[in-house]
Nanobody, 119 residues
Framework: QVQLVESGGGSVQPGGSLRLSCAAS????????LGWYRQVPGKQRDLVAT???????NYADSVKGRFTIGRDNAKNTVYLQMNSLKPEDTAVYYCNARRITVLTATNYWGQGTQVTVSS
């Protein structure tokens, strides 16, 4: 059974930092693009950052320069370092792993972790 388990969420004041982690089990994710998405109630789930198998990264404009995504293939883990947090970063953050081949498309999600930025 494939599982993605996020950790590291919590409450922080504006300008603070948090580091999210997502540990994968049940398969090896070296062949997957890994990413973080976030969602607030009543809105769609939006991309925050992704990292490919080769280490190429992509960020939402709203987090560029503040967030950094990284992966440790040996630990089957993806990270999101969040600095200079703003109240508008408040959301549930979801870890994602996806792999698209000629024959298949596979997509896994974690259960989400709450991040609250408030004074």
């Amino acid at each position: 059974q494939v599982q993605l388990v996020e950790s590291g969420g919590g409450s922080v004041q504006p300008g603070g930092s948090l580091r999210l982690s997502c540990a994968a089990s049940g398969t090896t994710f070296t062949a997957y693009t890994l990413g973080w998405y976030r969602q607030v109630p009543g809105k769609q789930r939006d991309l925050v950052a992704t990292i490919t198998t080769g280490g190429s990264t992509n960020y939402a404009d709203s987090v560029k320069g503040r967030f950094t995504i990284g992966r440790d293939n040996a630990k089957n883990t993806v990270y999101l370092q969040m600095n200079s947090l703003k109240p508008e970063d408040t959301a549930v953050y979801y870890c994602n792993a996806r792999r698209i081949t000629v024959l298949t498309a596979t997509n896994y999600w974690g259960q989400g972790t709450q991040v609250t930025v408030s004074s």
